[in-house]
């Protein structure tokens, strides 16, 4: 069975710029997460999709944004970039809610704003 | 803000020797599950216990719960190099993919 895909795995660009992210989960999964990670914050929850609907969000600017489609695939999307948006963007994917389960997460991307 | 406080934040052994590490939570759990980052990857699953569960195996790894205190250990016996990664707790109050995750304690095994 295959992993968690994101893509891309690197990515630079420049303050005021949005980027789009994309995350593939495992097989089957239907709830996909979203973290930040950065040295000083460490990992921070974004957004939590569960078929097709937002079902938990963290605290973070309107600027970033997300959706899920009925494959279960996810994007999410930030706008209007700036230098402290670069971190490690990480998607995770779950099998069953409702009984703590484990998350699953990709290698990823790193996304860098210069 | 973090749920979950990890400590040592950093930890260096010698193969072989035993490592712990420590975590504290602030508010009620279902349940608490420790990953494993290697540098720059997506982090790995340990093991998860449930709030009701006092004591946890899988392997070389050995898991406790004191919810009384709030608080977690994970221990790793007979370290090897390979186990050298970041570990983080992670708080799960809601049974949905919203984990709470600690700051992590970067592990060092040394050959």
């Known amino acids: 069975k295959a992993g968690v895909t994101q893509t891309p795995r690197y990515l630079i660009k420049t303050r005021g710029q949005q980027v789009t992210l994309s995350c593939s989960p495992i097989?089957?999964?239907?709830?996909v997460s979203w973290y930040q990670q950065t040295p000083g914050q460490g990992l921070q929850f974004l957004f939590e999709?569960?078929?097709?609907?937002?079902?938990n969000k963290g605290n973070f600017p309107g600027r970033f944004s997300g959706r899920q489609f009925s494959n279960s695939r996810s994007e999410m999307n930030v706008s209007t970039l700036e230098l402290g948006d670069s971190a490690l963007y990480l998607c995770?994917?779950?099998?069953?809610?409702?009984?703590?389960?484990?998350?699953?997460f990709g290698s990823g991307t790193q996304l860098s704003v210069l | 803000s973090q749920q979950g406080e990890e400590d040592p934040q950093a930890l260096s052994i010698q193969e072989g020797e035993n490592a712990t590490m420590n975590c504290s939570y602030k508010?009620?759990?279902?349940?608490l599950q420790w990953y494993r980052q290697n540098s720059g990857r997506g982090l790995v699953h340990l093991i998860l216990?449930?709030?009701?569960?006092r004591e946890k195996h899988s392997g070389r790894l050995r898991v406790t719960l004191d919810t009384s205190k709030k608080s977690s250990s994970l221990l790793i016996t007979a370290s090897r190099a390979a186990d050298t990664a970041s570990y983080f707790c992670?708080?799960?109050?809601?049974?949905?993919?919203?984990?709470?995750f600690g700051q992590g304690t970067t592990l060092q095994v040394k050959p």
């Open positions: 995770a994917s779950s099998l069953v809610q409702g009984e703590g389960e484990k998350l699953f």
């Open positions: 097989s089957g999964h239907r709830s």
């Open positions: 999709y569960f078929s097709e609907t937002q079902r």
């Open positions: 508010t009620s759990i279902n349940n």
């Open positions: 216990i449930r709030s009701n569960e």
């Open positions: 992670a708080t799960d109050s809601s049974n949905t993919g919203k984990l709470i």
